[in-house]
């Protein structure tokens, strides 16, 4: 199947497995090749910043439970989605990976994997959670904002231009924000 071709099949959400690893880091460059470099070739985008994408490489050491979780969603056997959380410290963690096919914007599909996310981290203890992006992710950072994000200083060292942070206490109360 061709990248956004949707099926009928319902949309799963599930842990991201050692098999999907390249799947996942194929969709996320494309996705963001699309946002950061339209005028090329996803491939040639994909090719310089995969090195960037080491933390999915090791994705047990950076997102296990019980501190973290990497979750990825599925039309059928596609991987169209991908999120995940990890820990800052013992009261916060962060929000890591959220990208999405743009064929599956709009369906509620990113809402239902914060969701997830967001009750993996209640669960963990946290409190809140965190993220940084690019200002260029502007219908990103509308996401984020529609599901209670606000924005923080910088927390980490990074070319991103945008920190937020959500009280999980309030997260999702707002209905569905995809």
């Known amino acids: 199947m061709r990248a956004g071709t949707m099926t009928n099949e319902p949309i799963t959400i599930r842990p991201l497995r050692a098999a999907d690893v390249p799947a996942a880091k194929a969709m996320m460059l494309t996705v963001a090749a699309g946002i950061f470099a339209p005028e090329h070739p996803a491939a040639t985008f994909a090719n310089r910043h995969s090195a960037a994408m080491s933390d999915v490489d090791d994705f047990r050491g950076q997102y296990s439970p019980p501190d973290g979780r990497f979750l990825v969603a599925l039309d059928g056997e596609d991987l169209i989605g991908t999120g995940a959380i990890r820990r800052i410290d013992d009261e916060t963690a962060e929000l890591r990976r959220m990208w999405l096919l743009p064929a599956y914007h709009g369906r ?50 990074t070319d991103d231009e945008v920190f937020l942070e959500i009280d999980l206490d309030n997260a999702g109360k707002d209905g569905n924000a995809d």
């Not at 963990?124 to 959670?129: F, K, L, N």
């Open 108 to 157: 509620g599909i990113g809402y239902r994997l914060a969701q997830e996310l967001f009750a993996f981290a209640r669960a963990a203890g946290y409190g809140r959670v965190r993220l940084s992006t690019s200002a260029v992710q502007e219908r990103a950072i509308g996401f984020y904002t529609r599901l209670g994000f606000y924005p923080i200083p910088p927390y980490r060292d």
